[in-house]
């Protein structure tokens, strides 16, 4: 095992968690009632795709991070699983940028998949919205050396974090075709 990187102190961190996770929550909510109108240089619509791109890649980090756990690598796992961190931060400004830039897409009525489109949108937006605290919490067990809490927060919170990763990957594959 790797020695902590951080000193524990649950109460803060409970508290940091807990105020960005809602923050996160509240900005991305907002987002609905945000638009700027801006002539750019390029289709701002340029985000949505270097999102996608910013999740599968996160998704192959994910893969990878698992199997470096599995070899029992801790320190790739920890630089893997940051790695996926720090794309999931650069992923949240992009996704901010491209909604406040371009609005929504609606998917159209007569749409081949629509049923499909929005069962796969919906457990994503669900599961997206939930998952924060939970990645937060578990970076926080691994880096202070609560392995065991580290280990069963985990075992949750990836398989959540992989889905939310891959169904955007999909989510954006199935709208982007109506992107004005």
């Given at each position: 095992m790797l020695e902590p990187a951080i000193r524990r102190n649950d109460r803060?961190?409970?508290?940091?968690?807990?105020i960005s996770s809602v923050v996160v929550f509240l900005v991305v909510v907002s987002l609905k009632y945000i638009h700027l109108e801006v002539q750019l240089p390029f289709n701002p619509h340029v985000f949505a795709t270097i999102n996608a791109g910013i999740n599968a890649t996160v998704a192959g980090a994910l893969l990878a991070?698992?199997?470096?756990?599995?070899?029992?690598n801790y320190r790739l796992h920890k630089?893997?699983?940051?790695?996926?961190m720090a794309l999931s931060c650069v992923f949240l400004i992009s996704y901010i940028a491209h909604h406040v830039l371009c609005g929504d897409t609606s998917y159209p009525a007569d749409a081949p998949m629509r049923g499909l489109?929005?069962?796969?949108?919906?457990?994503?937006?669900?599961l997206a919205a939930i998952i924060l605290p939970f990645i937060l919490f578990s970076v926080y067990r691994g880096l202070s050396g609560d392995y065991a809490n580290h280990k069963k927060l985990s075992r949750i919170t990836w398989p959540i974090w992989f889905y939310v990763a891959v169904s955007g990957v999909v989510v954006y594959l199935f709208i982007s075709p109506y992107y004005v």
């Amino acid at each position: 095992m790797l020695e902590p990187a951080i000193r524990r102190n649950d109460r803060l961190a409970k508290t940091l968690i807990w105020i960005s996770s809602v923050v996160v929550f509240l900005v991305v909510v907002s987002l609905k009632y945000i638009h700027l109108e801006v002539q750019l240089p390029f289709n701002p619509h340029v985000f949505a795709t270097i999102n996608a791109g910013i999740n599968a890649t996160v998704a192959g980090a994910l893969l990878a991070g698992l199997i470096a756990i599995k070899q029992k690598n801790y320190r790739l796992h920890k630089k893997i699983m940051l790695t996926a961190m720090a794309l999931s931060c650069v992923f949240l400004i992009s996704y901010i940028a491209h909604h406040v830039l371009c609005g929504d897409t609606s998917y159209p009525a007569d749409a081949p998949m629509r049923g499909l489109y929005f069962i796969v949108l919906l457990t994503h937006i669900v599961l997206a919205a939930i998952i924060l605290p939970f990645i937060l919490f578990s970076v926080y067990r691994g880096l202070s050396g609560d392995y065991a809490n580290h280990k069963k927060l985990s075992r949750i919170t990836w398989p959540i974090w992989f889905y939310v990763a891959v169904s955007g990957v999909v989510v954006y594959l199935f709208i982007s075709p109506y992107y004005v």
